[in-house]
């Protein structure tokens, strides 16, 4: 991550609402647990998400290349680590502010 990209989304404002609603439809689903880290946030999410979560982030990573999006299985769970610079950090928290374990 390059601490000069900008903070910025590059999604057209037309895909912004229904790439909004997938993420929430993930999370009222299958989200476990949502940790703030030091660089980012930690969301855990059941095995049966996987597919979705993997297609998500790999959108989100392409408007969104100011973050750091990781997707790894971890003690029966699938984790979505998010990474950033500090003004990053409180972007993520606000996109994924809305976001409780179920």
Do not use: N
């Not at 979705?52 to 990781?70: D, F, H, K, M, S």
Request: charged fraction near 25%; aromatic fraction near 4%.
């Amino acid at each position: 991550m390059a601490k000069t990209t900008p903070v910025a989304c590059t999604l057209p404002l037309a895909g912004l609402a229904a790439r909004a609603e997938r993420w929430h439809r993930l999370m009222a689903r299958a989200m476990t647990e949502r940790a703030e880290t030091a660089d980012g946030l930690r969301i855990r999410f059941r095995l049966e998400a996987e597919e979705e979560l993997r297609a998500l982030v790999a959108v989100e990573t392409e408007c969104c290349q100011w973050a750091i999006w990781t997707v790894e299985r971890d003690a029966g769970t699938i984790v979505l680590d998010l990474r950033s610079t500090v003004v990053g950090v409180a972007t993520l928290a606000g996109m994924f502010a809305s976001a409780s374990a179920s």
